[in-house]
């Protein structure tokens, strides 16, 4: 049984590598080692920003709060960075990116090279007991709100608005291998999306690309779950999963077709925007135990698609069958569903739904 996030390496969680430095950048890159000695003293803090993927507001709070600025300043001389003070700041990013709160990663950096691990560097992050973790900040600035979630949500958030897709992979595998996909979902992209999305609402549509960055980052997260090609044992009728005609948002599908995976339930995922012509005809040839609709918003949820899904059947004449039908996402509510479909709310009661659903009708 996965355990949930908020759990996360908590008593009984198995072992991480304790006393394994941090995986941060090991030296500055060629690319930086480049922009420095083009720059023959050292890059400027705006350099350094647009190199790091955050504000030059960020690098100059971390320096006035934490003492992580460059090495020589002279006051009155505008900032330079010269290759040590770049690789502690990318550093700095990595670690926050992991989840680890900016007091505790700038101790790390500050760390002599060589020296032990410190407590609270990044193997120990999540082991850090909820209430030892201070509150989730706001999301003023670059930041986003994702509520009381675990380190990784906070990582997975800072990864995503850096554009750091690395760290965003990592952090996924992580949740999905410790978690299970109905945790990882539920806890850690959701919420993240859904700051996202809030961010995205509130900012004239800035923030775009980090929606689309993560949302491709989730997706493929999702798509490795489970053997590249899942059995389908005999006798068993898989479930067909499809969003409806002019809908987009996939995600919660694809989080569905993985958590179904992982248990062993044969699924076949059709994506975005399906026209109904299309997924009844598919409902007829392969005659599935159950079809699950998505509509993101209202003005995809066309009670119509449904209806004539739900005349779809095969089978000898005298011994029709059809298949259960469900329709998933916000778009439905307030719709009128025709006879015999049947709503589905969360990721976790969809599985527990679909594991033995509804007898075909
Ligand atoms: C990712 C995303 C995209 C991606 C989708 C990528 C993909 N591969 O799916 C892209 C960039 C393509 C996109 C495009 C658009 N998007 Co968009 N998008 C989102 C975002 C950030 C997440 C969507 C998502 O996966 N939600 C699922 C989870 C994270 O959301 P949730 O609220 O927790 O889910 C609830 C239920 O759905 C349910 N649930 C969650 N998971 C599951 C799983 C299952 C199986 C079940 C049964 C239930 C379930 O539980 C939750 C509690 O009710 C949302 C923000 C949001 N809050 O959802 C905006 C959002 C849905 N998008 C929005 C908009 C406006 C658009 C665009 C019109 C923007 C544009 N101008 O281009 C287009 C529309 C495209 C189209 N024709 O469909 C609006 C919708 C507003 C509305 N009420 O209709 C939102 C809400 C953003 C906002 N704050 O305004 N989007």
Request: proline share 18%; net charge negative; glycine share 28%.
């Given at each position: 049984m996965p355990r949930r996030l908020s759990q996360?390496?908590?008593?009984?969680a198995p072992a991480r590598p304790a006393a394994a430095p941090p995986a941060g950048p090991a030296s500055p890159d060629a690319a930086v080692q480049d922009l420095v000695a083009a720059e023959g003293a050292g890059i400027s803090t705006g350099a350094l920003a647009r190199r790091l993927g955050v504000s030059p507001t960020t690098i100059r709070s971390w320096e006035r709060r934490?003492?992580?600025?460059?090495?020589r300043h002279s006051p009155g001389h505008h900032r330079r960075y010269l290759p040590p003070d770049v690789e502690r700041l990318e550093l700095m990013c990595h670690l926050t990116a992991q989840g680890l709160p900016p007091a505790e990663a700038a101790r790390v950096c500050r760390r002599p090279p060589g020296a032990a691990p410190a407590a609270g560097a990044p193997a120990a992050v999540d082991a850090a007991p909820a209430e030892d973790?201070?509150?989730?900040?706001?999301?003023?600035?670059?930041?986003?709100?994702?509520?009381?979630?675990g380190a990784l949500c906070r990582g997975l958030a800072r990864a995503a608005v850096r554009l750091d897709d690395p760290a965003m992979h990592e952090l996924l595998a992580t949740g999905l291998a410790t978690h299970g996909v109905v945790a990882t979902w539920e806890e850690l992209a959701a919420p993240v999306l859904r700051a996202v999305g809030a961010k995205w609402a509130v900012s004239g549509g800035r923030y775009v690309e980090v929606e689309h960055l993560l949302s491709c980052a989730i997706g493929r997260a999702l798509q490795r779950v489970g053997p590249d090609t899942p059995p389908e044992p005999p006798g068993r009728r898989t479930v067909l999963l499809a969003a409806a005609p002019?809908?987009?948002?996939?995600l919660p599908l694809q989080a569905l077709a993985a958590a179904l995976t992982e248990r062993g339930i044969p699924v076949r995922l059709f994506g975005a925007g399906v026209p109904t012509v299309g997924l009844t005809a598919a409902v007829v040839r392969t005659g599935p135990a159950a079809v699950v609709l998505w509509s993101q918003s209202r003005t995809s949820a066309d009670p119509r698609g449904l209806a004539a899904l739900s005349t779809a059947e095969w089978g000898q004449p005298g011994a029709r069958q059809r298949a259960a039908l469900y329709a998933a996402g916000?778009?439905?509510?307030?719709r009128d569903l025709p006879p015999g479909v049947a709503r589905l709310y969360s990721l976790s009661q969809a599985v527990g739904e679909l594991e033995q659903p509804g007898p075909a009708r």
């Open positions: 996360h390496g908590g008593p009984g934490y003492g992580i600025g460059p090495e973790r201070p509150a989730p900040r706001s999301g003023g600035g670059h930041t986003l709100p994702v509520g009381p979630a002019e809908e987009m948002h996939v916000p778009g439905w509510s307030g």
